[in-house]
């Protein structure tokens, strides 16, 4: 333990930011990093614990308070190796992880947790610019080859963690570009594209092959990959957005968020695209739905030059602080205000939209909503809600981006030729004690699996998924389990 008094001693403290008037007008990061005297007093609040309910809490297991104890003194190649045995990608994690790890921080009882997700970024930027992080290509190969269908998370873990050991990894990605929804679900402002570029060079220089534009059931064919490749692992992500039907649904101005983020991200990269511009400028804009992909939607919206940006959820407002019904150190599921909030929108709960109204050309002018109030059971869920009589009401709006989560994995396609079976949420059927489908040569990992999780989700089950490819190729394996590493 680096100070023994040091959670006593020091608050925690965030880094600064760019004046939210200033960073409307770019699309870079715009968090400024911690002073070198700060980052070592950050570092010393964490509180070793006899038992580290932080590692626990994050779904890859990292190995929280010794690189920590790294940090603290200053050794910056033993934090990051400590860092990159658990997680692939802590440049990732590190900026768009909700940090689920300092929710179960035991600090975090009665004081701020640690800033462990901030530590974690300054890991491993200041390991790239001391050059500690180097491709390391391995020395034997397997003669085993396995094709790794989707460049997100989940399919670079795996294709990190099989090429470890040896075996020929290719990456198919449909789009033009790897990275999945890292490269165009996320913003630039939260995670710029030259942080994936990095990754996917040095992943390049270990042997990895990326084919982008390879739509694998379309322009690339399943029998090939079923042919030539010993092991086949789906990592294509769930792709099908949530819809809202209601009246008016085909009002030309109401469109699915992930469309509205992924082409502002290829004009931000100034690669092509061949659908119609969407844009929010001297619009009033409504977005549905209060997650992640809502506040992204309002940053974006907000860079775009809106006239108005409006956030609607149909569930309550979540409570600012822990309840009986969220104790610790269990996930909480707070009021979050994001950068995005804070660059100017109006947000609004328990709202229910009814129908869009569009005008004689067919545009989108309105909004019908109506509030609501939610039945609630015992433990503090919502049941069902009903209308607030007399609070319907039309609310001018040229431009609607629904942002209410993903469904399950594309259908079309991929996973009807291939005939892998779906659960009863319609994600690809792989057990987590295996990953393996009901054809014994493909496994699943991520999202196409698991359904619509987190970035760290996703990077774990890539890496438990490769651990049982491997066992699967060669009878054991040599990648140890999330837990062997977290605690050993």
Known sequence: MGKVTGFQEYDRV????????????HYGEFLNELPAQELNKQAARCMD???????????????????????YQAKWEMAANILLSTNNFPEFTGRICPAPCESACVLGINRPPVSIEEIEKHIIEIA???????????????????????????????????N?????????????????????????????KNIIDRRIDLMKEEGIIFKCNANVGDNVEISTLLRDFNAIVLAGGSTIPRDLSIPGREAKGVHFAMDFLKQQNKRVADRKFEVEDIFATNKNVIVIGGGDTGSDCIGTSNRHGAKSVTQFEIMPMPPKTRNENMPWPNYPMLLKNTSSHEEGAQ?????????????????????????????????GRPLKFNEVAGTERDLPCELVLLAMGFLHPQKEGLIEKLGVELDNRGNVKAPEHTYQTNIAKIFAAGDVRRGQSLVVWAISEGREAARKVDEYLMGTTKLASRDAIAYA
């Open 14 to 25: 965030a880094p600064t930011r760019e004046e939210a008037a200033t960073r409307v007008k």
């Open 49 to 71: 614990c006899g038992v580290p309910f932080c590692q626990s809490g994050c779904p890859l297991g990292n190995v929280i308070p010794e690189f920590n104890e790294a940090v």
């Open 128 to 162: 790239f610019e001391k050059g500690y992080i180097k491709a390391k290509a391995p020395l034997i190969r397997t003669g085993k080859k396995v094709a790794v269908i989707g460049s997100g998370p989940a399919g670079l873990a795996a294709a990190a963690q099989l």
């Open 164 to 192: 470890k050991v040896g075996h020929e990894v290719t990456i198919f990605e449909r789009d033009d570009a790897p990275g999945g929804l890292l490269r165009y679900g996320i913003p630039d402002f939260k995670l710029q």
């Open 347 to 379: 947000r609004a709960w328990s709202v229910n939209t009814k129908n869009f109204i569009a005008d004689d050309n067919g545009n989108l002018k309105a909004l019908k909503v109506v509030d609501v109030e939610w039945e609630i059971d015992t433990n």
